[in-house]
RNA sequence: GGUGGGUUGGCCGAGAGGCGAGGCAACGGACUGCAAAUCCGUGUACACGGGUUCAAAUCCCGUACCCACCUCCA
């Protein structure tokens, strides 16, 4: 079976053939960590944590590298606001995009190197840029260094623009630049900035320019020429149109192609600090079930926008329940068993550009088989529960896998609580034998008032607390 | 002004020339002492107006509306 990705800057779904074959090396942006991420961020996460666990599944040995930007305007302009170093803000923001991480189920990146911590490499690529024609220092004296966009015909290529269409940035005054569409690869620092926000360099000191940063990291974790260069359909101009400029200039293949994830939007626009729509993942988190805002943010095909609703969401929910009542219902028949081979439609949608739509209509399919065979167990139950568990895992939504199992946190209570709820089931039990079925129903209405909700199965009653 | 994407049944959401993806909700049935859970069944939807074709949600032309980017942005 051969992967098949679309690529945003040939607007073609093809094969993917990796640089290196069996492995496949992956840099997307992540953070600016002026905040604590929010539903959209972590979209990206999720989308990219899919890929990685399909292409896993698939064979091949997976490198991610994901930025995190720990030095801008905003994170400066935050550590003033709060009295505090700009730096501690960008580390506390760091830590909830990892927790959000753990949240939601996503893997870590390989590694997320820091802007800050990559200057050297910044340095050594404005030099070869310079040398090469390809960008100057500004001659005002602000220290700034530009890229020198009319020196690279083939800028615009990635987000299939034209120089002269495009309209010149109003808000930053032209001063240093020779164009106004040249854009900073180093920012000169300015008077009242900290100075731990600075770092020396041949053309006076400053900090690192966002579109520079993430060339040059991705150039030292993952070479010259790597496979998919990812991120938020929303990076690809002026970011990833700057980025591809700047390797590409510097003489490097860079990335051999792009992916871009559509946005979630709420209340009809994109979900974004500026605009003020955002719903940070720890607030979700706190409504629906972790693993519902999972399924719900991977169900929709990843280069469809979503428009957030807390009324999809919550059908979501209700969708995820099935499947996972479906699971441990099979799990306590048959046993857990592994993760198996996924069904060959499944293995089909995979791979034709991540269809995860039709993909899960081929789980939701295994899921009715298995919700059938639960009355006779079996061998052919425990097939079908490899099945459903191994595309769960894919989509990293197995409710047995130990990332949302630890969630409860088990304990004694829990089977104290089982004793004791299995003593009323057997008083129950014995009322239903005698008929006496006031009595039975008065056990299940106590029990549906502590909230543990009681189904009769042809295997004995079961008990669940109601919500988990 | 430029560059992309979109408008699908009550809701979410795939598909991209010809057999009604899938889920949620609703209704009917089976199972149950009654429930719950589950299963089975029930829908002729593709923004609008033209056109091409034996056949159009899917292709072409036009119109309307929406989103993203051209400025920090996943």
Not at 65 to 80: L, P, Q, S
Not at 211 to 239: N, T, W
Not at 334 to 362: T, W
Not at 363 to 378: E, F, I, P
């Amino acid at each position: 079976m051969t992967v098949r990705l679309y690529d945003s800057a040939t607007r073609e779904t093809t094969d993917l053939v990796p640089v290196v074959p069996g492995q496949v090396s992956i840099y997307h942006c992540g953070l600016t960590v002026q905040g604590p991420p929010h539903l959209g961020h972590i979209r990206k996460e999720v989308v990219f944590d899919v890929l990685r666990r399909w292409l896993e599944r698939a064979g091949y040995e997976v490198t991610i590298i994901a930025n995190v930007t720990d030095v801008d305007d905003k994170i400066i302009a935050k550590g003033r606001e709060q009295g505090r170093p700009w730096y501690a803000v960008a580390y506390e923001n760091e830590r909830a995009l990892h927790a959000a991480y753990e949240v939601l189920g996503c893997t870590a990146p390989t590694y997320e190197p820091r802007a800050t911590g990559h200057v050297p490499e910044m340095i050594e690529m404005m030099q070869t840029l310079i040398e090469r024609g390809h960008a100057y220092a500004a001659d005002d004296g602000s220290g700034d260094v530009y890229f020198d966009v009319r020196s690279w015909p083939a800028y615009g290529a990635l987000s299939n623009q034209k120089v002269d269409e495009m309209q010149a940035a109003e808000d930053a005054p032209p001063e240093g630049k020779r164009d106004p569409r040249d854009f900073a690869l180093w920012k000169g620092s300015k008077a009242g900035e900290p100075e731990t926000a600075s770092w020396p360099t041949p053309w006076g000191r400053g900090r690192p320019g966002w579109h520079l940063e993430c060339s040059a990291m991705a150039a030292k974790y993952l070479g010259h020429e790597f496979d998919i260069h990812g991120g938020g359909l929303d990076l690809r101009f002026p970011h990833h149109e700057n980025e591809l400029a700047q390797s590409s200039a510097a003489g490097q293949a860079f990335a051999r192609r792009w992916m871009h994830n559509a946005m979630l939007n709420l209340g009809g626009a994109k979900m974004s600090k500026s605009v003020g729509n955002t719903l940070s993942v720890s607030e979700v988190v706190k409504r629906f079930p972790a693993i519902a805002v999972r399924y719900y943010l991977l169900a929709a095909h990843y280069r469809s926008v979503i428009e957030y609703s807390e009324e999809a969401l919550a059908e979501t929910a209700v969708a995820v329940e099935r499947i996972t009542g479906f699971v441990t219902r099979a799990a306590e028949l048959v046993g857990p068993g592994e993760p198996g081979e996924v069904p060959a439609e499944f293995a089909a949608a995979m791979d034709d550009d991540l269809a995860v739509p039709a993909a899960l209509a081929i789980l939701n399919g295994s899921v009715t088989r298995g919700n059938g065979q639960l009355a006779t167990g079996g061998p052919e139950l425990a097939a079908t529960l490899a099945e459903v568990r191994g595309m769960l895992d894919v989509l990293g939504v197995d409710p047995l896998s130990p990332v949302w199992v630890a969630r409860g946190g088990a304990s004694g209570a829990d089977a104290a609580l089982d004793s004791l709820i299995g003593d009323l089931l057997d008083q129950r039990a014995t009322a239903r034998a005698d008929k006496d079925f006031a009595a039975a129903d008065r056990v299940r209405d106590q029990l549906t008032a502590a909230g543990i909700e009681i189904e009769d199965t042809p295997h004995g009653p079961r008990w669940t607390v109601k919500g988990q």
